[in-house]
């Protein structure tokens, strides 16, 4: 049967549409913002520098929202660490809170802390006038929509362990657990040894460690020592031409260390990450649970139906060592 003249026509239209559409520039696919809120025991160890400043190059790329900073140490300077690092990276306002009843007090022993509040802007003074770190959440989480926010934590598991606990009020009427099932998404936590250990972070205040691990009720990603211990960094950044807090960190404590002359061990910067790229980008998971002990040792039981996982490689740990040390090397957004 013949094609009328105007069923041509009709199919001629179409096709020219087809062909002008195609020929346009398409918006490029939109990628998934990452809410994270970054708690910390900055001080210790400068990896924690590292992870935040990574942080903020995945937030000036827009794969990552940075909700607030917290300090799960006590120490007068891990605060004022924190905001002069937002500062530097143009994004002073990010909240910082810290415990404000128990919690662990480690200083800096290579004095890097204090040289970076010495020489970097800064509005917050010390760790004591921060914000109280469980109010903080409860107003960060409640204002957040539902499963949205990604908690990193690479530092002791104090303020997590006082949020579970925490009661309701009029912030929200949920408590502290039905709050993170509601508004957290998942946890990522540079925490443990595995299978099997006794890990800085567990065990400096080993009964938060412990309810915490027993009763987070939403998915964990541990990346353990055993990761981080094996991807070095640090070494570019301290002669590069940046004038950044990563690299005055790092300048100073890697020459006072005969094992970090190769570079540091990179623990933080893997969970950070992991939360803002998806473990599959760099990690095979295991699955089962992690089992938290009083003493601060912890173990783990392999489960299909666990809440847990732990990291094991897929990159190499020298591929991984460039990718993160290029984010260390990340240069402010205004300047500088």
């Not at 990896?47 to 903020?56: I, K, N, P, Y």
């Not at 995945?58 to 607030?68: H, T």
């Not at 200083?107 to 917050?124: N, T």
């Amino acid at each position: 049967m013949k094609m009328t003249i105007k069923l041509k026509y009709s199919l001629f239209i179409a096709v020219c549409l087809v062909l002008l559409y195609s020929c346009q520039p398409q918006k490029p696919l939109t990628v998934e913002t990452v809410k994270i809120i970054f708690d910390s025991d900055m001080g210790p160890d400068y990896d924690d520098v590292g992870a935040l400043t990574m942080l903020h190059a995945f937030a000036d790329s827009g794969k990552a929202e940075i909700l607030a900073t917290m300090a799960s140490n006590k120490y007068a300077l891990v605060a004022p660490c924190l905001n002069v690092i937002n500062t530097y990276y143009g994004r002073p306002s990010i909240p910082v809170g810290a415990p404000k009843t128990h919690g662990v007090n480690i200083g800096c022993s290579q004095h890097w802390s204090d040289s970076l509040v010495a020489k970097f802007p800064h509005q917050l003074d010390s760790t004591s006038k921060a914000l109280d770190a469980v109010t903080l959440y409860r107003k960060i989480l409640a204002a957040q929509p539902d499963t949205s926010v990604v908690i990193v934590t690479v530092g002791f598991l104090t303020n997590l362990n006082d949020l579970l606990l925490s009661k309701t009020d009029t912030i929200s009427s949920l408590n502290g657990n039905d709050l993170v099932i509601e508004k957290v998404k998942k946890l990522v936590a540079m925490a443990g040894i595995f299978p099997e250990g006794k890990e800085f972070n567990v065990k400096e205040d080993s009964t938060s460690s412990k309810y915490v691990f027993d009763h987070w009720p939403t998915r964990i990603i541990f990346s353990g020592f055993e990761i981080g211990e094996k991807i070095l960094t640090g070494k570019k950044l301290i002669v590069s031409n940046l004038n950044s807090p990563a690299k005055m960190a790092f300048s100073i404590a890697i020459p006072m260390s005969a094992e970090d002359k190769n570079g540091r061990m990179s623990w933080d910067q893997t969970a950070v990450l992991t939360a803002v790229k998806g473990a599959s980008f760099a990690f095979s998971e295991v699955t089962g649970q992690m089992i938290a002990e009083t003493s601060g040792f912890n173990r783990w039981e392999n489960k299909k139906d666990g809440t847990h996982t732990y990291l094991v490689f897929k990159k190499s740990p020298a591929e991984l060592s460039e990718i993160i040390e290029n984010y260390m090397m990340h240069k402010t957004v205004v300047g500088k």
